[in-house]
């Protein structure tokens, strides 16, 4: 039986990035918040000591930050006829674990969707015809682009982007994004420096007619004080941001913008290595009264409150709700349910180019350091006489030239041994990449749900992902590399390497932790979990924040609009939910 | 007198009369950082480490039983201003009546009557865990009659208003001198007021205008803006300071601190530092290296640190006589304090595990001769027993 606590005024699953958000916006309007964190108290000072944060075999090879799968693993199969086995390492996806979750440890890409991505649906019926989308669940997302521009606004001034708009208001801006959607205003700072790979690679690629910018980055390009009063340092270009944490105040998490404030406010608390268990619901199911957690000492408690929210990573999100009984879940067979539906990935592809007497110095980076292009990103291109939708944003980012994992060399060259030596010291300083980031795109028979068979410690069942790339994402990534194919010739390398992906996702190699979808926001209750404020149709009292909300993947990383709907979900919990409890959308 | 108006304010518990003058007392709370050593809930139970062994603070809740609800309002102001409790028990100074003597009756008046309001608590504290013989209380008498003369504030003639309220201040509630000045074996204050001090593994800094060591190079706005925010373009309060920031200057108000300012910077400078580091050139040497793999990529080659991070040239806290405080950072790290109005709090890591006592001196003594700084050099040695002592605590 467990120990029932006092009632708190709002309780939230997860403090990484929407959980930090919505603590603060929520605190900000005078409710009592608790947070209940499954890993540990994290601080840049005392767990992210500079002096050793740059310890590759700790924190990238065994990822010391990362979730491991003793605590909560998953079962994988590309498809229904096969049975999903267990995980026994995270390979594909690194999900984050602790105080500032995966924002702890990424690399700062901070990127918004487009009006066209909230709108798709319509968007691309309107351009193509209903039956372009063929077999594909694309839909809209309920939200519209006037209604999130500002909460985006709010993320990035938070973080301290460094970039360069490409649309203020209407107007094309010089050395922006050109295909972005209307931006209020510049970014918070300037664009980063950029190294020789990426200057380089800019001006090949405004030769050849496209549109390269700054990719805009949470790696402070200067010092930056942000609105909560918190200030961040410079980047100083060390080249230890993916699977690290920042030693130096320079890339944005909630260690870095906002729990300074929030872990002073007496009306915050924090648990930390604390597992939510689950949300328990009153007897009729429509209102969520308390959750279920395993503290740290074991014991476990009953936390009530008048709101929950599950700001867990998005995979989790999804389990959660699973696991409560929030919500039906999707049945691929009957396309009911909605719980587990528009499960979406990333796909992606790379152009290797390797030269001779080039110094690229590849130890000058930055997380999300690099110049882009997104000429043949999302719908920025006429699909009308292209087999698919959908597209890829191209970047040369120079990120590391750690001594463990960055050794590249071509294809065919052994993977040991004095040829392999001799290799690696040739590709470190004298090759350079680009690649695509591809969009995802939902088809009915990529989904979540429990897994039948395997259980976590506590005896839950763990969550089964069922994906393959659907031949639509498969034909787009196809065109993107013929795309890299010509980009690539005017380089004049010594030799390239043009990835090309194929079908059957393999869950070991790590791509991308861009897990999408499960929980999708929209504007009908048959096809979405959550409304457009991320509030459970089914659990009026419930808000599923996260990647989790994305009823599709662009060709973007997440965290942008991740960040985006946090704010957005806080504003409409602090002006509407909570002077008016109840639903906030009607059908 | 006193006493009439004391009872008068007790039977009218809830006139505006009475309110102003919890709200004066709270202030007066805040002046004498009572949180900073009986905690947030005022009901001690904070272990002091003093030369003389372990001091625990009491409840000063008013908790009948454990804490000083029984006390009458002469009992506190004896307390306060002659280190006398209830039934002639006598105070160690680490409870600084010897600076509280200082404070007008009007003043410890106001913060009884703020101490009657706060929430009781039940904590029953043992205070004396000294060692024998300094266990004994009444050899306080002796120590009493040696070192504590208590003089009531007067205004120095030919001084401003603000000079003289910054003095008050200084001497009286805000017990500066408790931490900064040098103290005799006895542990009282000797000479030399304000111009530095070790304690608790720390060395709490001169604050005279000597241009080395003490706050010469920082005009009355950097002295306000530091004790408001906890940083400033020269420096960022860490250790005792930053708690003393965060629970006790930052909520002074802003005329109270240019007081203190103004008064701070009238001090006639100390003895310095000792000058700059003689024959200890192939330390600096290697100090130089070092700093530049360790240290620069948040200091600055050149040393002048960041938004965030506290420059190391012309930071006064390098160039103290005794660098206890640098060697600590080093080795263990800190934490920067954080304030409304700079919430950062930065940290700075601990290199314990990856310096030796000699790369930590040399470091030390590059930086304080470096960027115009000039100090004694850092020894081995003394990082040693640094690093020792902090291994024992």
Known sequence: ?587 | MRKFLLAAAFAALSTPAFAANTDAGRYQSVLGDCEGCHGKNLAGGIALVTPFGKLVTPNITPDKDTGIGSYSAEDFRQAMKAGIAPGGKLLYPAMPYPAYAHMRDSDVAALWSYLKTVKPVKNSVTVNQLKFPFNLRFMMRGWNILFFAPQPYADTAGKSAEWNRGAYLVGGAAHCSACHTPKNMFGADKGSALTGAVLQGWFAPDLTSDRAAGLGTWSVADIVEYLQTGRNAHSLASGPMAEAVENSTSKMNEADLRAIAVYLKDLPAGKGNGGAATGAEAQIRAGAVGYDISCAACHGRDGKGSALFPPLAGNATVRQVRTDSIVRMVLAGGKAASTPKAPTGPGMPSFAWRLNDQQAADILTYVRNNWGNTAPAVSAETVGRIRSALHGS
């Open chain 1, 1 to 587: 039986m467990a120990r029932i606590l006092p009632k708190k005024d709002a309780v939230i699953i997860g403090l990484g990035w929407t959980g930090s958000i919505l603590a603060q916006q929520l605190t900000d309007a005078g409710l009592n918040v608790v947070a209940i964190e499954r890993g540990p108290w994290r601080d840049t000072a005392t767990d992210f000591n500079i002096a050793y944060m740059q310890d590759e075999l700790r924190y990238a090879v065994r990822k010391d930050l990362f979730l491991q799968p003793n605590v909560e693993a998953m079962t994988m199969r590309n498809d229904m006829t096969q049975t999903a086995m267990p995980m026994r390492d995270y390979g594909s996806f690194l999900p984050g674990n602790g105080v500032g979750g995966a924002g702890v440890h990424w690399n700062g890409h901070t990127w918004r969707f487009w009006d066209s991505d909230f709108s798709i649906k319509t968007h691309l019926t309107q351009r193509y015809g209903a039956a372009k989308l063929k077999n594909l669940m694309l839909q809209d997302w309920g939200v519209t682009w006037n209604e999130i521009e500002k909460s985006f606004d709010q993320f990035e001034y938070l973080c301290g982007v460094s970039g360069k708009a490409g649309n203020i208001k209407g107007q094309i801006q010089p050395g922006g994004n050109p295909f972005e959607s209307a931006r209020s205003r510049e970014y918070p700072n300037p664009p980063m420096q950029m190294p020789y790979a990426s200057a380089d690679w800019a001006e090949k690629m405004k030769e050849q007619g496209f549109h390269p910018f700054p990719l805009p980055s949470s790696n402070m390009s200067r010092s930056y004080v942000n609105p909560l009063g918190i200030r961040m340092g410079q980047c100083s270009y060390c080249g230890f941001c993916e699977r690290f944490a920042c030693g130096n105040y320079s890339k944005a998490s909630a260690q870095t913008t906002i729990l300074p404030v929030l872990m002073k406010k007496p009306n915050f608390e924090l648990r930390t290595e604390c597992e939510v268990l689950k949300v328990n619901l009153t007897a009729d199911g429509k209102m969520a009264k308390s959750v279920t957690y395993v503290g740290a000492d074991g014991v476990e408690y009953e936390q009530p409150g008048d709101i929950v929210l599950i700001c867990a990573y998005g995979l989790m999100n999804v389990r959660l709700m699973m696991l409560s009984k929030i919500g039906a879940q999707y049945d691929p067979v009957t396309g009911k349910g909605t719980v587990g539906r528009n499960y979406c990935y990333q796909t992606s592809a790379g152009a290797r180019l390797f030269f001779e007497d080039k110094h690229f110095n590849p130890f000058i980076g930055a997380g999300a350091l690099g110049m882009s292009v997104d000429d043949f990103n999302g719908d920025a291109f006429d699909h009308s006489k292209l087999d698919f939708v959908g597209g890829a944003g191209i970047s040369c980012t120079v990120t590391n030239g750690r001594p463990i994992g960055n050794r590249p060399t071509l294809p065919g060259t052994p993977r040991w041994g004095a040829k392999w030596k001799q290799a690696t010291a040739e590709g470190y300083q004298n090759s350079m990449g680009f690649g695509s980031q591809g969009s995802s795109y939902p088809v009915r028979e990529n989904y979540l749900d429990l897994d039948p068979t395997y259980t976590d410690r506590h005896g839950r069942p763990l969550l089964r992902v069922t994906f393959d790339f659907p031949d639509n994402d498969v034909a787009m990534s196809n065109y993107l590399s013929d795309q890299l194919e010509k980009m690539v010739k005017p380089f004049g390398a010594k030799q390239t390497a043009v990835a090309r992906l194929k079908k059957g996702w393999n869950s070991v190699p790590y791509q991308s932790t861009h897990n999408t979808g499960g929980a999708v926001m929209g504007s009908d209750p048959k096809t979405s979990a959550v409304n457009k404020y991320l509030q459970s149709w089914d659990v009026p009292n419930v808000f599923v924040i996260g990647a989790s909300a994305f009823a599709h993947n662009a060709g973007m990383n997440p965290t942008g609009t991740v960040g985006a709907l946090a704010y957005w979900a806080a504003e409409a919990i602090t002006s509407q939910y909570i002077k008016s409890p109840g639903a906030l959308v009607h059908t």
